[in-house]
């Protein structure tokens, strides 16, 4: 069974289907500008930038620049891991998948429209498996934000070393406990869902977890990719705002830059905020992060908005563009 490419508007069943991706793809546009132009905090970024109140090192950028395919590409890998081998499409129908739901997260909570773009874009009779293929792979990601971002929010305490700071243990110790939910739930899904569909009784319910079944079909070794591809991508990304610390001119030791990007990346796991309306947040968390050490505000914004731009950004506008690319007809 192949994979077919169903992108939510499609012209065969709804003719305006064209124009509608098109206004999709404007009020993306619109809204990225707005939002990397727009802002205070990012006009005097810029306007800092074009001054240089410091000397801004281009390797780093172009190395930043350089490993944000890799990023997605370990993404693409790390969906198509759980994807079926029957259904699973071209790696270029993947990277359409992936872009597009990128495009779609900035209008989402939390980016949870990445995942609901690759559903969309799957067809009808594949996009359960589309879906499990999206959770199993949030999952892992999950699994190694909460269990790398632990030990990097525990070394920032200890760099920064006051009170203030001593008093968020018991988020650590929250944090070890879901930690350790997630690891059960997906080390035991299989007797878990097993148990609930043989003891469950009411409809609705037998329904849904009928619907469930299939996730008990991913094996360990699928797991164990699936983990390692996450943990590859989380060093790329971490590898990529150290990088453009660097450009920045930040240069901290690997211990600091680990604790602060970790710690990051923690907090902004937990904010339930689409990427365009967290931009300002993303500015602001940094800040209180990077404070601990003596750098300036421009630096950390630079280095912040910049690698939205270079991971965020401009892989939505790709996505967008590679919705609204005409798709040559079918031959037959």
Known sequence: MRFKLNLPFSRASFPSGFWWKTLLGLLLVWLLMRQIFGSREAKMTLDA????????????????????????????????????????????????????????????????GEYAGR??????????????????????QLLVLIGLGIPAFALFGAYRGNAEWQGWSGFIGTGLVLLAVLLAAGLFIQPILGFLIRKVRNSFWRKWLAKAEPLRAFT??????????????????????????????????????????????????????????GFLARGEIALLVWQTWPVSAVQVLTATYGLFVINLALPALIGVLWMLRKEAPQKG
Not at 81 to 98: D, Q
Not at 105 to 110: A, D, G, H, I, K
Not at 230 to 248: C, D, E, H, K
Request: net charge positive.
């Open 220 to 277: 360990r070794w699928q797991l164990a990719a699936g983990l390692a591809l996450a943990i590859l991508r989380y060093a790329v990304y971490v590898f990529q705002y150290v990088a453009m610390l660097r450009f920045s001119g930040i240069a901290l030791d690997p211990g600091k830059a680990f604790a602060g990007v970790g710690t990051i990346y923690l907090v902004q796991t937990g904010l339930p905020l689409p990427p365009a309306l």
């Open 49 to 112: 930038l074009h001054g240089q109140p410091f000397q801004p090192s281009w390797l780093w950028l172009g190395i930043a620049f350089a490993l944000m395919p890799l990023n997605w590409y370990l993404e693409v890998l790390k969906w198509r891991n759980f994807l079926p081998w029957e259904g699973r499409p071209p790696v270029a129908h993947s990277w359409k998948a992936i872009l597009g739901g990128i495009a779609w997260s900035f209008l989402t909570p939390n980016r949870s």
């Open 119 to 140: 559903v969309l874009s799957a067809g009808k009779q594949e996009r359960w498996n589309a879906a499990y293929a999206a959770v199993a792979g949030a999952y892992c």
